[in-house]
Structure formats: C-alpha cells, structure tokens
C-alpha cells in the first residue's frame, strides 16, 4: 500500500531523502505523515502534511532541518532530512490518512490508516 525508500547511514551533520509513494489508484489521502521509532521507543511524529492544501505540521525536535513535501501528483511524499544527528537515529514509518482530521489528531500513530514497512536511517 505504501512503500518507502531512502534509508541508510550517514554521519552527523548529513542528509538524506526519504520517499513514500501510495498507491493513487486505490486510496484518496487527505494526509501522508512520516514517524519514526527509536529501539526502546514509542512511535512518534516527526512531520505530516496535508495533501489537500500542503500545510504542513513539524515535530519539534526537527525543525529547521527536515522538511516534508508533496509530489507533484500528491501520491509521493518525501522528507528532506538535514543536519542528522544521532538522535535521528530510528526506524522512520510513511502513513496516510483517507480521512480529513484536525492535524491535532495527527500527531497520533492512530490517527493513520495505511503504513509502510519502515526504513532504518541511522546517525553515527
């Protein structure tokens, strides 16, 4: 249903590019987000965006350095990652919602209907 690439290492201070790529002709999504799961570590959102309009909703620990956009036929999203650090270390998850929420809600893991399998992006 969705399916991620861009993962690697890197050494801090790098940068790398994720992509996600749904499949368009099977789901209408009013959001895609990217969260990331350090070992030991609940599920957290990094940045999601809305395919509707692009407003966009940054976690905290990110900000200035990543940057979540939309392709240009809104069925891929990407997350610019810059500046990493060892604490961007995690295993980073695509989602999407096929339903409008308030992006309070979507800040939540459960607030999302479709997954990818992850890819790991690790920081040294």
């Known amino acids: 249903q969705l399916v991620e690439s861009g993962g690697g290492s890197v050494q801090t201070g790098g940068s790398l590019r994720l992509s996600c790529t749904v499949s368009?002709?099977?789901?209408?999504?009013?959001?895609m987000g990217w969260f990331r799961q350090a070992p030991g570590k609940e599920r957290a959102v990094v940045a999601h965006?809305?395919?509707?309009?692009?407003?966009?909703f940054y976690a905290e620990p990110i900000k200035d350095r990543f940057t979540i956009s939309l392709g240009h036929s809104k069925d891929t999203v990407y997350l610019q990652m810059n500046d990493l650090k060892p604490e961007d270390t995690a295993l980073y998850f695509c989602?999407?919602?096929?339903?409008?929420?308030?992006?309070?809600?979507?800040?939540?893991?459960?607030?999302?209907?479709?997954w990818g399998q992850g890819t790991q992006v690790t920081v040294s």
């Open positions: 989602a999407a919602s096929v339903k409008w929420l308030d992006w309070r809600r979507l800040i939540h893991p459960s607030a999302f209907d479709l």
């Open positions: 965006i809305y395919t509707t309009d692009g407003v966009t």
């Open positions: 368009r002709y099977t789901y209408s999504t009013y959001c």
